[in-house]
Every structure is written in C-alpha cells, then in structure tokens.
C-alpha cells in the first residue's frame, strides 16, 4: 500500500495529480499547507486529462492508474472534460478502472462565507459506477439515440451499505433517499428496495426515508436543515451534489471524494477554469477541504492518528481564516491562490 515507517511514525505515500488549468496551481497551495502542518506525506506525482495530452500520453496515462493501485490514495486537481465531442471524462475512468463507487460530498455552511442559509450540514452519498452514467449507449436508428440506466443488486447494495456505515461512524442521525421510483419502477425501485433492507437488517439505528426527487429538491431550497445524508443514484448524485454546494458558495468552498474497498481518490469537484490559468486567483479551498477528508481517511483505515491531528488542524485553521474575512476573489476577497494558502498556514 505504498506504506513505510520512520522514526517518526508512518509515512504515507500518496498519488498526486495535479491536473489541468488551476490544477497545478490550487495543489501548490495546499501542498505547501501539507507540509506546514507536518502531515506525513510523500507524493508520487503523474499526470491525467490535458496535462497527459500534451505529453503526448493517453489521457489517462497506465503509469497514473497504477501508481493510485499502488498506493491506493490519490489527491487530484480538476481534469478537463470536453463537452459532447473529443475523450472520456478522467473521472469517469478512474472510478470504473479502481471501482470507486461511493462519491462522498460533505456540504457545510463556513465562516465567513455568507450565504441565503446558515446552517447547512449535509452529506451527499452517490453511487458511482452504474445508472446512466454507464455509458451504454447506441443509435436504435438514424436520428434516434438510447441510453441504457444500469442498476445491480450488487451496486445498490454495497452503496446503501456504506452510507448507513458511514452514518454510523459520523453520528449522522438520518438517510433520505432521492428517487424517482414512482416512474423507474424497476432501476430506482430496485435502489430503494436495497437501501431499506440495508436498513431495517443491519442499521435500525439510523433514521430512514425516502424521497421523490422532484420534491426533494423543492425541500432542499426550502430549509436544507430538514436533511443530514442524502444517498442516491449516480446521475441525481451528480446534480444534487452540485446543487448542494450552491447552498454554501458553490463548489469552491466543498470537497469530494470517491472511495472504493480498496483505493480512494480525494479531489477538486469545480472545474479546470482555463480562463483564470497561471494568473494566481484560484481559490485552492476545495482541494484543501479534500485534503483534510484525505487525512481522515488515512487516520481511519491506516490507523495513522497524526494524520487526523493534522486535519482537524487545517479545518480550524481555514475556518478560522475565512472567518476573518480573508478570502480568494471569487468569494469577494483578494487574496491570490499562494496568499490564501499562506493565510491558513499562519493560523495553523
């Protein structure tokens, strides 16, 4: 698992992919936070998306996959992907190729960061490797087009299972689940069927509902407060996901991850913004947040406690710098990329 031990405890070496546009920027940033909070970390870095291309490699280079086999984390910047023509999602690859199923967005209102609400506390859990996200499509005809909606009972099941588990370990108290089974009766009939056995075989504990979608999202931009994890399908994961982290600030202010039994990939869930490139404004915080879940994650599977000491650091740390109004532009401050970095490091 890349794992190695010093003097001073573990040391763990992670895959680095910094990606392209800000990528490389944004990881700078909280690389050098990394560093200054001593978290025990060597990196392996390898390129993905535009960055491979111009390298003339793949745009998901086997060298990249591997080395997240090999050390079974990765910390990875936002990849391009084109819009209705040219290569394959990064992200989509990665999680079909290491089979991270379980894509993981905490959304949570921030100091500092004023927004229509101020007491957002979500989870979104989103099955990862099924639904239409497949990628099962064909043209049944000229002009006629169809893509197939994927559900297993194995991929319902292990997602359910590991959103009532992870409700379980964070002291979450309830699970909705979005669907739209009322008119998919069979794929998101299937979904819900799975999740509510999950819960009444094995997690009585945790509160149970399920939701329509449509009326789910009404809710959301109602009081947000009225849910705690919300676990669901890949394609709605997606948009809810992001509809979420508009509750907040937007993307720039929410990590990601996508996790599997074995590999996990931590990463930027905003865009490559290829208009702002090299000019040093990129807000490196959604990186840094997932960096923190990286940390935990380590903490939790490796049994590393620095590695948790070393994130609830930077949580308080970025917390507390945005709190006294020290912010990137797109969150009407005018602190550059390496100057936010260096504002949390100061607060460290």
Same mark, same amino acid.
């Given at each position: ?12 070496? &992670? ?32 390129? $993905? ?95 006629? #087009? ?47 069927? &799975? ?13 149970? =509902? ?15 407060? =009225? ?26 202010? #929410? ?9 996990? #990939?931590?990463?930027? #869930? ?16 959604? %990186? ?52 936010? $970095? ?5 607060? %460290?």
């Amino acid at each position: 698992m890349g794992l190695s031990r010093t003097i001073f405890g573990m040391n763990h070496t &992670i895959a680095l992919i910094a990606g392209d546009g800000i990528g490389p920027e944004v990881t700078e940033g909280v690389q050098r936070v990394l560093a200054a909070v001593g978290a025990p970390l060597t990196w392996d870095e390898h390129p $993905a998306g535009l960055a491979a291309l111009e390298r003339g490699l793949d745009v998901l280079p086997d060298t990249t996959v591997n080395a997240v086999r090999q050390h079974g984390v990765a910390l990875k910047g936002p990849c391009t992907t084109p819009v209705g023509e040219g290569f394959s999602s990064v992200n989509v690859q990665l999680r079909k190729k290491l089979d991270l199923y379980a894509a993981v967005r905490p959304v949570r209102s921030l100091p500092g960061v004023p927004t229509r609400y101020d007491n957002v506390d979500l989870v979104i859990v989103r099955e990862n490797t099924e639904g239409l996200y497949s990628g099962v499509e064909n043209e049944v005809t000229p002009g006629v #087009v169809m893509s197939m909606k994927v559900a297993t009972e194995k991929g319902c099941r292990r997602i359910a299972h590991w959103a009532f588990r992870y409700a379980t370990q964070r002291r979450r108290k309830r699970i909705t689940v979005f669907h739209k089974a009322n008119i998919m009766k069979i794929t998101d009939g299937l979904f819900i069927r &799975i999740a509510a056995e999950e819960h009444r075989s094995q997690y009585p504990n945790i509160e149970y =509902q399920e939701v329509i979608i449509d009326a789910g999202c009404m809710r959301l931009v109602q009081d947000p407060s =009225q849910f705690d994890v919300l676990l669901m399908e890949n394609l709605y994961g997606d948009v809810i996901s992001d509809l979420c982290a508009g509750l907040v600030g937007g993307l720039g202010v #929410v990590p990601g991850a996508n996790i599997g039994e074995t590999h996990a #990939v931590f990463e930027a #869930v905003h865009g490559s913004a290829p208009d702002i490139a090299g000019k040093g404004v990129a807000n490196p915080l959604a %990186l840094l947040m997932s960096a923190t879940m990286m940390l935990n994650y380590l903490a939790e599977t490796r049994g590393d406690a620095a590695c948790r000491a070393c994130g609830e650091k930077i949580r308080r740390a970025y917390d507390l710098t945005l709190a006294e109004g020290c912010k990137t532009r797109d969150l009407g401050g005018e602190l550059g990329t390496l100057e936010f $970095a260096q504002a949390v490091i100061d607060r %460290l």
